[in-house]
């Protein structure tokens, strides 16, 4: 059986001596990862004519967290799998104009078998009964933002509030039809982890599960696989300016003023002042109390952000649009800015949850499941935290859907999916084998011929998968990280600009969140500080109460 990892780290991109030339650049703006928030600004300065930018990314790869493998000619999204909703989301307008929707979306029945360990399996009605009440359960959650109304007395979470309207809803049956329908209950929140990025609903605020703002229309899948999208997004952005295997080590963000780090050579100085050039009217005055900085009546200089990168290069710019994800915010914040990121950011930064989710893919040979089948169901009981996570992590895998007649896709989440990630690729297969016998209760399927796992948390410029709003966090939090850092109170432009999906209040965990605060960054770089003067010429006046006489009120 074969093998492959999720992703990649991306390479060194080369080292130069402490002090050459080739080992410092300057430019105007520096985008810091190549993700969706990333390219985003990047094509939106462009459709401003600001063209000095450069965009550094840690991997020898763009795109982030959406990512295609291509096994066999057979392709395989490891990130990003549907764009959400149609209407109002800049992704499917993207993906439409650019011919990557089809036209006439195929609707392809759904048909789900959900089974028990011992390979008994649910009637349909008591899954869609239960199905529909959970729907209503999660609803009611959602309108505690919308209507702010308390919820009962101790409930602080979704599984909370959830759970205690399961219990309500099951003293109507007798015993013996409870636990069947609890059942279902428990992989619906084990699904519903997968969905919301976290390691149980426990986690999540239920005060603020209501700030997500879903799109209508449904989700939607792109014939050539969510990565396509990326072409579109890179085919405007010139080589020379999108540099891989750059990953950022230190962003010092008030360089040359007091109380911070400054450049030592002479060379780090030039670049860092810099004669302000405003020929692409993207930059304002930034003004500084500092002595050092002083410009001249005649000429003005203004300090630079210095871009550090672990391959020893540095960039100089005037502006920088960090847009990694919260995991290595996380995990980096309090180390990767001088001076370090406000309390107040950090704080919010450690509040959001940032779950981990993966996917696990098992190819095989040939097929085995019944044609007319799209997904099988795993009812566990539901997950004892105090039993050792080696023993219980595979009880997360809520289901296995069928990609192909010979590939399925099944999810995992939070701390059962983190150890999966330290597991062989074989024990993983391994294991699914086993639950796929046991739960269709035939020791005949067949063991896949290759399985691959994704690796979220492991990958150091990820820590994780998406953004979700934590018990004690909220929709200002969110805010809070998406402020911008400025140089100097008097500053008009900021000096650190920050996107991603964990940017945006309504849309985090989402391919177009991530893109809509990457295009609001770049906007507020390209708004002139100064509005043009409008000046009205009229024909045949001299002064303001002649034009004004001459008015016609027709």
Request: hydrophobic content about 35%; glycine content about 8%.
């Amino acid at each position: 059986m074969s093998a492959a990892k999720a992703d990649d780290t991306g390479g060194d991109g080369g080292t130069n001596s402490e002090n050459s030339t080739e080992n410092m650049q300057s430019c105007k703006v520096v985008i810091i990862g190549a993700g969706m928030a990333g390219l985003a600004a990047a094509n939106h300065l462009l459709k401003n004519n600001v063209r000095d930018f450069v965009i550094l990314e840690g991997r020898n790869r763009a795109g982030g967290r959406i990512i295609a493998i291509k096994i066999d000619n057979r392709k395989m999204e490891l990130g990003a799998n549907w764009i959400h909703g149609i209407l109002g989301n800049p992704i499917y307008e993207l993906a439409s104009a650019n011919g990557l929707v089809d036209i006439i979306q195929e609707n392809k029945p759904h048909n789900v078998v959900a089974t028990l360990p011992d390979g008994r399996r649910v009637p349909f009605n008591i899954l869609q009964e239960i199905y529909d009440a959970y729907f209503w359960f999660f609803r009611r959650c959602e309108e505690y933002f919308l209507c702010k109304y308390l919820p009962p007395d101790g409930i602080e979470s979704v599984g909370e509030h959830i759970r205690l309207e399961i219990s309500i809803y099951l003293e109507q049956f007798p015993e013996h039809e409870r636990h069947i329908r609890n059942l279902i209950f428990n992989y619906l929140l084990n699904r519903e982890t997968c969905i919301s990025g976290c390691n149980s609903m426990d986690e999540i605020d239920l005060m603020e599960i209501g700030s997500y703002t879903e799109l209508p229309g449904g989700n939607i899948v792109l014939p050539g696989g969510y990565s396509s999208i990326l072409g579109p997004l890179t085919k405007d952005i010139p080589e020379s300016q999108l540099l891989k295997g750059h990953a950022v080590e230190c962003v010092r963000w008030r360089v040359g003023l007091e109380g911070t780090s400054t450049v030592d050579s002479g060379l780090g100085q030039d670049l860092l002042n810099k004669p302000e050039d405003n020929s692409d009217g993207l930059l304002g005055e930034c003004k500084s109390g500092s002595t050092s900085l002083a410009a001249s009546p005649s000429r003005r200089w203004r300090p630079k952000v210095e871009v550090v990168c672990q391959n020893g290069k540095k960039f100089y710019a005037d502006h920088v649009i960090c847009t990694v994800p919260l995991g290595v915010l996380k995990e980096n914040g309090k180390t990767m800015f001088d001076p370090p990121l406000p309390e107040y950011k950090m704080d919010s930064i450690n509040r959001l949850c940032f779950g981990v989710v993966d996917k696990i893919y098992l190819e095989y040979e040939r097929p085995f499941l019944n044609p007319n089948l799209t997904e099988v169901l795993l009812l566990w009981d539901p997950i004892d935290p105090k039993e050792p996570v080696s023993e219980r992590w595979f009880k997360k895998i809520y289901s296995f859907t069928k990609v192909s007649e010979t590939l399925l896709l099944g999810w995992i989440s939070g701390d059962e999916a983190k150890y999966m990630e330290t597991l062989p690729f074989d024990q993983v297969s391994e294991k699914c084998t086993e639950i796929l016998r046991q739960f269709l209760n035939d020791p005949f399927i067949p063991k896949p011929k290759r399985c691959i796992n994704t690796t979220w948390w492991s990958q150091p410029f990820t820590k994780g998968s998406y953004t979700a709003v934590g018990v004690g966090a909220s929709q200002v939090d969110i805010t809070n990280i998406s402020h911008p850092l400025y140089m100097h109170p008097t500053s008009s432009k900021p000096a650190v600009l920050f996107a991603g999906e964990h940017c945006h209040p309504s849309f985090y965990s989402t391919v177009h969140g991530a893109y809509l605060s990457g295009r609001e960054a770049a906007q507020i770089l390209c708004v002139p500080d100064t509005p043009p003067e409008v000046v009205l010429d009229v024909e045949g006046t001299a002064d303001l109460s002649s034009w004004v006489q001459g008015i016609s009120l027709n």
